[in-house]
């Protein structure tokens, strides 16, 4: 029942804070209650056994039987530390909200929690139709969470982000729905669970586009690509983050985007071998020119929080590029990239939001001199940023290194290509750095209207937690790495004929028997 727990107890906590009558005690106990979300997902670790690549405490209940639906968490090395990505960041970004969220308190948390249950709901569940479930379930919750709490053009992000996401989830539901009765003509019982999608032999003939294989492979893609946001579908991502209140933009950053990343690792890859080797180069040329244009387009910003947003459709990029490689480095590298950029993009929104509140701008050529004035911020904004280059000792070294080094595996020119990406990176950050933070006092510094404070005790421990994991998850990769390695080396290694096991049973031809 740990599984469930995780899931859904963030839904109960939704309704205490919905129904809590003391408005002056509401933060305290939301953050209290994520904190006890967090602490119970610890417990993952307690039963986890990082040497096998199976399923691990799975729960496994008939749903809706006539059609193989069943109720069906599991855990493995792939899932472990997106879950935990997410129960962490929740406290850190619900304790970052404390003054930025002032109207409608109850409303905003009581989102911010049935958002948690459905990003975790969405890497836990193994059956199609649940999983669709919670996929779908996360755009409601951040539809208001931006488009009630959001800027000016609040109405505009959130129905694009809506149309964007619902229409790639659309075709992904008819694709969900033939693999279906496909299990119902191998195995002669229809099934939705995962196990038996990746035990399919769907038909794929190479360059006809209109192999049953290759029109499910780009019908799960496509609803992935938006969600990473993959160019050329990554429009409606600056539009969200610049209209997002600070915690929406962190929480999307930090984990929404990786639910298109592990789709692609969980279910696109392994189910659709063939189209997947196919069709690899498509989505590594993807991956590149996603990380060159996201780089380009933030050299360009002058709003803060708009070069931050780009700077996520570059990263991204990686995390696709070293996933189609299709190799150990590749795949590792992603997976580990997923997690770096949630620590530090995540943190980037933090910050810029933190400088929000002080100024209420995010227009770069506004700024200077911040150093002088806020020395607390400026380390903190420096180590970030670092992160964020990837400079050696950090959390984003490790993960751009191995992904560019599976690309040049793969295809050289790609690992090339990969590295310039790495290079403008450095540009645009380390450029909009100097602007912010030094030279001559710009108009906000300067302007005595708006007293500049350094980081307050709240902010330093909201920061605090990201700053450790900067340089932990640069340090000791294999801290992390070494619960995630049998299950990435199983999906390597067997890739072309992947199954997946439950820990403790038997292997069973059609699960949904």
């Known amino acids: 029942m740990l599984l469930s727990g995780i899931v859904f107890l963030p839904i109960v906590f939704a309704i ?22 967090f602490f119970l997902s610890l417990g993952i670790f307690a039963s986890f056994d990082p040497s096998s690549a199976a399923l691990q405490l799975v729960e496994r209940h008939q749903w809706i039987e006539r059609f193989g639906i069943t109720y069906f968490l599991g855990i493995d090395g792939l899932s472990l530390w997106l879950v935990l990505l997410t129960t962490f960041l929740t406290p850190v970004v619900i304790l ?120 499910m492979f780009f019908a799960f893609a496509l609803a992935f690509a938006i969600k990473v946001p993959a160019f050329p579908v990554h429009t409606w991502l600056p539009d969200a983050h610049v209209e997002a209140p600070t915690p929406g933009s962190v929480i999307l950053a930090g984990v929404m985007l990786k639910m298109g990343t592990y789709g692609f690792l969980r279910w696109v890859i392994p189910v659709f071998k063939d189209a997947s080797d196919y069709w690899s180069c498509l989505f590594m040329i993807i991956g590149v020119v996603g990380i060159i244009y996201g780089a380009l387009v933030a050299m360009v910003q002058p709003d803060i929080k708009k070069l931050v947003a780009y700077s996520s459709v570059s990263h991204m990029g990686y995390v696709l590029l070293g996933l189609f490689a299709m190799n150990e480095f590749g795949a590792t590298g992603s997976l580990y990239q997923m997690l770096n950029h949630g620590i530090s993009t995540g943190a980037l929104f933090l910050l810029v939001g933190m400088i929000y509140e002080r100024t209420h701008s995010r227009e770069i050529s506004k700024y200077g001199g911040l150093a002088q004035m806020l020395p607390l911020f400026t380390i903190c904004f420096f180590i ?64 005595e209207h708006h007293p500049l404070k350094d980081l307050s005790f709240r902010e330093i421990a909201v920061m605090a937690p990201l700053l450790i994991a900067v340089f932990v998850m640069g340090l ?17 290694q067997d890739r072309t004929h992947y199954e997946l096991k439950i820990q403790g049973e038997p292997e069973i031809a059609g699960e949904a028997q």
């Open 384 to 447: 970030i940023t670092l992160s964020s280059i990837a400079v050696p000792m950090t959390n984003g070294f490790i993960g751009e290194f191995l992904i560019l080094l599976g690309a040049y595996k793969s295809a050289p020119v790609w690992g090339y290509l990969g590295v310039t990406g790495v290079v403008l990176g450095a540009v645009y950050m380390l450029w909009m750095f100097k602007r912010v933070f030094f030279g001559p006092k710009g108009e906000l510094v300067k302007n």
């Open 476 to 492: 000791y990769p294999s801290l992390f790495l070494d619960y995630s390695k049998a299950s990435l080396d199983h999906w390597v």
């Open 16 to 37: 205490i804070v919905a129904i809590w009558p003391n408005e002056r005690t509401l933060r305290p106990l939301a953050f209290g209650l994520s904190l006890i979300e």
């Open 96 to 215: 970052g909200a404390w003054n930025s969220i002032q109207e409608r308190a109850k409303g905003f948390h009581a989102c911010f929690f049935i958002l948690q249950t459905a990003m975790l709901g969405t890497f836990l569940a193994m059956d199609a139709i649940f999983f669709y479930v919670f996929w779908e379930l996360s755009l409601v919750p951040m539809y208001f969470i931006v488009g009630i709490w959001g800027g000016p053009r609040r109405i505009y992000a959130t129905i694009k982000f809506f149309i964007y996401t619902m229409l790639g989830s659309l075709l992904m539901l008819v694709a969900i729905i033939y693999m279906m009765y496909l299990t119902e003509e191998s195995f002669g019982v229809m099934s939705a669970s995962l196990l038996d999608f990746y035990k399919l032999q769907i038909p794929f003939v190479g360059g006809d586009f209109w192999s049953p294989q290759t029109l």
